[in-house]
């Protein structure tokens, strides 16, 4: 009779698939659904294999022979590196009758996702596998090391990736029939793994290699029971581990160093700004300092993360602290609300955003409140689906119609900013109770 493996993350369709097989004389070994979880979205059942996406699958179907570390495009377009072997037909002429294909996502997150050893292939065919000496052949195309114990941890079966994983380690040859403390390298006892106890990944460093291993029970039967070890080389995940964090340490010291920088530059225009006595020299001192210190917290934030990300309040609120003690009167009682969604947003972004936001608060600090006490500023940021937006409006006495044509220098900052960093628009709204001014970008 004709044998076949049938898997789908669909219980349903796994069925159906199953009944038809069987009707049709093929003897289904093993069925399972994906227990760690299936890397597809939809069910991809009934969709072709296109030569162009899946070069192995085909390659694999037209001659028989396994095809290992092929890239290829899966159905929802998602990179991925395919291992295939073929699945034969019992009859004298062995024809390929379908293949089995192992995948592995290629993208960087896959460096921070957990190891999955066996993706669609999953542990239950494996299993499955484990009594059937022909069906063994395909674990042995599979990247992974996968070692069989009996219940007396006696080794019986090991593919030919965990035997080279082990030559690799300095192990001489590898046989079976050795038991199980000859072959394990890390401290755990084999009563632990037959008894359940240890269900946790460990990682091991041995002779400039790290391996993660995983230990799963199987039981056969009732009374029978069998260990099945994997081995991951994961030698390669963690010097790229090590290297992105070498890189985001180096990044923070670069940033530090900007931030530094610009400290120092806006302490030397302070120094120069002492030694005048024109009101408007030191007004433009003032207004230069500010903005070399608003672009100063971005790179003060993106120090402290060591990210390219940082969260717009954050930023907004740090810009507001320098904005105020640099402008604020004392007579002036003043007080500034920041409300809304709050999201992340990138290095240029932020910068940007700082630089404008300083420059309105500082305008609404300086001409909102004139021979007032009391005033309330009111930032609010609002995310929207493709654009956001955020805008500063106060209670004072808004803006005189002439001073809004002309614009000083700040506003037209703030419109150029918003025009070619941001691609946005710049809405001002003047009345007697005051004045709001909002600008939006692109998430």
């Known amino acids: ?54 070069p192995a699958v085909l390659r694999t179907l037209e001659t028989g022979h396994p095809s290992r570390d092929y890239k290829a495009l899966t159905q929802e377009n998602k990179s991925v590196t395919q291992n295939v072997v073929p699945i034969r037909s019992d009859k004298t002429d062995g024809a390929v009758i379908a293949v089995l294909i192992v995948e592995e996502g290629v993208n960087e997150e896959s460096i921070n996702k957990e190891l999955n050893f066996l993706n669609n292939a999953t542990d239950e065919i494996l ?27 006696v ?89 992105l964090i070498l890189k985001s340490v180096a990044i923070k010291e670069i940033h530090h160093r900007v931030k530094n920088n610009l400290q120092t530059i806006a302490s030397l225009l302070r120094i120069q700004a002492r030694k005048t006595e024109d009101k408007a020299v030191k007004a433009a001192f003032s207004d230069s300092i500010n903005r070399i210190l608003s672009i100063s917290v971005t790179h003060e934030l993106l120090a402290q993360n060591g990210l390219d990300e940082l969260e717009i309040k954050e930023v907004i609120n740090k810009i507001l602290k320098n904005s105020v003690r640099e402008n604020l009167e004392g007579h002036l009682k003043l007080k500034i609300d920041v409300i809304g969604d709050n999201f992340e947003i990138n290095s240029d972004k932020a910068t940007t955003i700082a630089l404008i936001v300083n420059e309105l608060v500082e305008n609404c600090i300086k001409h909102a409140f004139k021979e007032r006490d009391r005033g309330h500023i009111t930032i609010k940021v609002k995310k929207g689906e493709m654009k956001s937006c955020v805008s500063i409006s106060d209670n004072g006495i808004g803006m005189n119609e002439k001073d ?40």
């Open 155 to 243: 080794c019986i079966y090991a593919n030919s990736r965990a035997k080279y994983v082990y030559r690799k380690i300095g192990y001489k040859d590898f046989f079976l029939g050795e038991k199980f403390d000859n072959i394990v390298i890390d401290n755990v006892e084999f009563e632990e793994v037959l008894s359940g106890k240890v269900k946790e990944k460990s990682d091991v460093n041995i002779s400039n290699m790290v391996l993660s291993l995983e230990y799963i029970l199987v039981k056969e039967t009732k009374d029978v029971k069998n260990v099945v070890l994997f081995i991951k080389d994961i030698t390669e995940i963690k010097i790229k581990e090590k290297e």
């Open 127 to 153: 299993m499955s596998s484990v009594g059937m000496l022909r069906e063994r052949k395909i674990i042995d195309y599979i990247n992974d090391g996968i070692i069989i114990f009996n219940e007396e941890g």
């Open 1 to 54: 009779m004709r044998k076949i493996i049938v898997v789908d993350d669909e219980p349903i369709t796994r069925m159906d698939i199953c009944e038809i097989l069987r009707e049709a004389n093929y003897d289904v070994v093993a069925e399972a659904n994906p227990r760690r979880g299936s890397s597809y979205t939809r069910s991809v059942v009934g969709k072709f294999a296109y030569r162009k996406n899946e």
């Open 404 to 443: 809004f044509e002309k614009g000083s220098i700040g506003l037209r900052i703030v419109k150029s900013l918003v025009k070619e960093k941001l691609y946005g628009n710049l809405d001002i709204k003047t009345r007697e109770k005051g004045t709001e001014i909002s600008f939006g970008f692109e998430n």
